[in-house]
């Protein structure tokens, strides 16, 4: 079970999902089976608690969002309609964003080993976290709920390029299993998915779900000194290690998600043509 007791995920359905996961850890990468680790979004188990903590979340942080995130954050977080007053069901979500990009949520009780992971991505798919943070934890959580997973992430994926990106990434991924390569590709996915800022407008703006969830990290992001806020370029970024137990001294600036794209196209074109775990460096 998650270290995040909820009620959500206190089911029968959960239970397996979760010992299918662990069971997925040892499956080759072509036999891994997405559909067994999801579980159904029990709407109604949501408490008056879970509302109020993503209410006062989603309030708190569109306070400095709405003038320093991506605009193509902002426009996914019209397109898939979240709203202040509650908990996003994930059929609406999924609705909107089907029309938009193909890319669906799906509702999972917990981690996922990293393989099974981007399988999910590679079908166009995120493994997303139904739980809400206790009251007491709203300000800092160690692992995904909720709201790191839609807010944080969900609405770049009603983005046609981020989405084609999002793929591209689960697919290669998915078929290294060079030590090398994992490492590497674990960094790009820190220093753009999750700690991420493009240039708009004629300045810094933020798109990672570890500073668009985060209000200290997001503005210790744009505004501190102690920030090195280097250029994207692919090599560098993957050469580049990182530590989660601080607010990032090192964050990558796109100039565009297409040129996130482009980048992780000509890398997984040498990544993918090569059998598993085989990549010329």
């Known amino acids: ?41 029990h709407y109604d188990r949501y408490s008056d608690d879970d509302h ?59 981690y996922l080993p990293a393989k099974s992971f981007f399988a999910f991505l590679a079908k166009r798919q995120f493994p997303t976290t139904i739980t809400v943070r206790p009251k007491n934890s709203m300000d800092y959580l160690p692992e995904p709920d909720i709201i790191h997973d839609v807010f944080g992430h969900v609405p770049l994926h009603a983005d046609p390029v981020f989405a084609d990106f999002l793929q591209t990434y689960g697919q290669a991924a998915l078929h290294t299993n060079d030590p090398y390569h994992t490492e590497r590709l674990a960094r790009l996915f820190w220093f753009t998915v999750e ?8 300045r810094l703006k933020l798109y990672g779900s570890g500073l668009i969830s985060s209000d200290g990290e997001g503005r210790h992001a744009l505004q501190s000194d102690e920030v090195e806020r280097r250029p994207f370029e692919m090599e ?29 196209n000509s890398y997984a074109e040498k990544l993918l043509s090569e059998p598993a775990g085989t990549a010329k460096r």
């Open 195 to 202: 700690f991420g800022l493009i240039r708009e407008d004629g």
């Open 52 to 110: 109020e903590v993503w209410s006062i979340l989603f309030k708190r942080r569109m306070e400095q969002l709405e003038k320093d995130a991506s605009n193509v954050f902002l426009d996914g977080l019209r397109v898939i309609n979240l709203k202040e007053d509650g908990v996003p069901d994930l059929r609406e979500v999924n609705a909107n964003l089907a029309r938009m990009t193909g890319w669906q949520s799906r509702g999972v009780p917990g």
């Open 236 to 264: 560098r970024v993957c050469d580049t290690s990182f530590e989660i137990d601080h607010y990032q001294p090192i964050l990558y600036v796109l100039d565009s998600f297409e040129q996130l794209r482009d980048a992780m």
């Open 1 to 41: 079970m998650s270290s995040i007791w909820h009620n959500v995920i206190d089911t029968d359905e959960a239970r397996q999902a979760l010992e299918a996961a662990k069971a997925s850890e040892d499956q080759p990468a072509d036999q891994i089976d997405v559909d067994s680790m999801v579980i159904t979004q």
